[in-house]
């Protein structure tokens, strides 16, 4: 009777390593991806909560005594030349850029993942189409692709974060489809095959779980890759309009005081860096704790 | 060789086609109406078909697509919507700064790039390992255009050393090239060194150490071209990221090049010089991809071309 709870406490000290166990061991050890991967979180609750912790008014707030102002108590990062609260405007653009970073690589990794699958498990006539279309989008030299689709639908925010999107999904079309074909040879699927499974099953349930590492360490290094796109076609002034307190824009708005009041410059430049750098460092991290073929060195 | 390159060439061409034919439809793609936008907000309909007819956009459109590969087989563009010069001549005016300002940047992001690398991976782990890649961490996560902004505030308007806009002389070039090849270097020097650390791992670099060759040799002659040949693929891909972060940085710096005579016509809905521009720039990138591939197999003799 006794000896029943004495296994599973057995059990649980000889470390059974799930993939996840195995994963949280590693990444675990490095402390600047954990350091980076609680930054991110807490800018997620930031920009979640933003319009109820800023200060002031990001956009309908103006302080006309103190235009240009430099950093006070009152005004932690400043004022801008339209009498804004700087700081108000730096919480509320982690919004924009988290919201423009996360949801473009999201449906751009959704769409490119689905056709990386079907392109490698189904190759042929299917493969040919879909990698030249990716070869098409490649074609476009970094950020031109997002700018000629701008350029067909118009600025705004929305049209951003769906050109960014486009532009991830060749990316991760291409390294899915890769991981699908080396997979899909391997025993364990023709043994899925053998028992009966659909090809939908075998794509979804045996080779789709092989590729989600890849995904998500191209994930995290992506997202900071399209905020900064996002960002520079709002610098262009592509993207978000005025008064919009997006960080590119901003940015841009700021070029005209710079001599006076670099300090308008400084503080969207420090964001969009401490943000995408925290990704950056995610990912590596991400990366380090995912790949069985690295280890340490 | 020259039959694997006539052969990459005709590889491309279904490539360029498809691309040609994005940007063809890229008028038709455009809300309104192209005629309307050619002629301008007050003109009379009757102009407006006239423009319609003398812009061929009244026929049907596989017969437009032949006039348009025929335009950009004869360097023939059509017109500037906006200064009514051939888009042909505007470019023409703008190449010369912007390919510098790219060459300038590869030239020394490679450089540093490299250098930084290979010296993080022969002292793998100490300080100029960590030291060189935080730095290189930073270059990537460091938006080109904030970095411009922070790099002119220095070293123009502080220190006053630099000139800050235009292209005049040679130290007009510095700022710019910077800003645009940080990123780069940055990339080169992640990409480098973990090519370096695979390469210093490899049983014939004991080998070369074993035999007692100095560190500087078994790292520069049998380290270094075998670190290079994944890096040099890595090269192409980068100079397809500078023509399109050129587009930022020479806004940035009022720089007058292409970028931004593209930012400035997609303002301005001149769609002859966005159509332009962008073939231009896709294609300038597709045949570097293809002189990359060319330069692998002569750094990489192991490569046979079929």
Redesign the interface.
């Known amino acids: 009777m006794a000896t029943l709870p004495a296994n599973a406490v057995l059990v649980a000290d000889a470390h059974v390593r799930t993939p996840w166990s195995e994963f949280w061991r590693k990444f675990r050890r490095q402390k600047v991806a954990m350091i980076a991967g609680a930054f991110v979180a807490a800018l997620v609750v930031v920009a979640i909560v933003a319009p109820w912790i800023v200060p002031f008014d990001a956009e309908t707030f103006f302080d006309y005594d103190a235009l240009n102002a430099r950093p006070s108590a009152k005004h932690w990062f400043g004022v801008d030349s339209l009498g804004r609260d700087i700081f108000s405007r730096i919480v509320m653009g982690a919004r924009i850029s988290l919201a423009a970073g996360f949801l473009s690589v999201a449906c751009g990794a959704f769409v490119g993942t689905l056709l990386g699958l079907l392109a490698g498990y189904k190759e042929g006539w299917w493969d040919r189409v879909i990698m ?1 279309i990716c ?2 989008l490649f ?6 692709l997002a ?2 689709i ?3 639908i ?1 600025g705004g925010m929305s049209n951003v974060i769906a050109a960014v999107a486009i532009f991830s999904v060749p990316t991760f079309a291409r390294l899915v489809r890769g991981n699908t074909l080396a997979l899909k040879h391997l025993t364990y699927i023709e043994a899925a095959r053998s028992l009966g499974a659909s090809g939908f099953t075998i794509v979804m349930r045996h080779i789709f779980p092989g590729t989600i590492s890849a995904v998500i360490v191209y994930f995290s290094l992506r997202i ?1 890759t399209s905020i ?1 796109t996002a ?2 076609l709002s ?4 993207g978000a309009q005025p008064p919009t307190p997006e960080w ?1 824009a901003m ?2 708005a ?2 005209a005081d ?2 006076t009041a ?1 300090h308008e ?2 503080f ?2 420090l964001a ?2 401490l943000t ?2 925290a990704f ?2 995610l990912g ?1 991290g991400l990366r380090d704790a995912l790949d069985p073929k690295i280890e340490r ?1 | 060789m020259a039959q694997y390159v006539v052969k990459r060439l005709l590889g491309l061409l279904p490539t360029l086609l498809l691309v040609g034919f994005l940007v063809f439809l890229l008028v038709h793609l455009l809300p309104g109406d192209p005629a309307r936008l050619a002629a301008g907000q007050d003109a009379t309909p009757e102009t407006v078909e006239l423009v319609r007819k003398d812009l061929g956009l009244d026929k049907s459109l596989p017969q437009q697509f032949v006039r348009f590969v025929g335009g950009v087989l004869r360097w023939d563009f059509g017109q500037s919507l906006r200064t009514k010069r051939p888009v042909a001549t505007e470019i023409r005016d703008r190449f010369m700064p912007t390919f510098w300002l790219t060459v300038w940047s590869m030239v020394w992001s490679v450089i540093f790039g490299m250098a930084i690398g290979i010296l993080s991976a022969v002292w793998r782990n100490r300080w100029p390992d960590r030291l060189g890649m935080t730095l290189a961490v930073s270059g990537i996560s460091f938006p080109a255009f904030a970095l411009g902004m922070v790099l002119m505030q220095i070293f123009s308007v502080q220190l006053n050393w630099l000139p800050t806009v235009g292209d005049d002389t040679w130290r007009h070039y510095i700022l710019p090239s910077v800003t645009l090849g940080a990123a780069v270097a940055a990339i080169m020097a992640r990409f480098t060194r973990s090519s370096f650390v695979d390469i210093l791992g490899e049983d014939f670099i004991r080998t070369a150490r074993a035999k007692g060759l100095d560190e500087r040799r078994v790292v520069f002659k049998h380290g270094l071209r075998n670190a290079l040949i994944p890096v040099v693929t890595m090269m192409g891909l980068q100079f397809g990221f500078l023509l399109g972060g050129s587009i930022v940085v020479e806004k940035v710096f009022n720089w007058p090049g292409l970028g931004r005579l593209l930012v400035d016509a997609v303002d301005m809905r001149d769609y002859p010089v966005i159509q332009a521009l962008v073939l231009l720039f896709s294609l300038e990138f597709i045949l570097i991809n293809l002189v990359v591939d060319v330069l692998y197999g002569l750094i990489n003799p192991t490569i046979r071309y079929r």
């Open positions: 030249r070869d098409v074609a476009f030299p970094g950020i031109l700018i000629a701008v350029a067909i118009g900071g900064i960002a520079s610098f262009l002034g592509m590119g940015l841009d700021a070029r710079m001599l670099p410059a400084l969207p430049a969009i860096f995408v750098l950056n460092l590596d060195r």
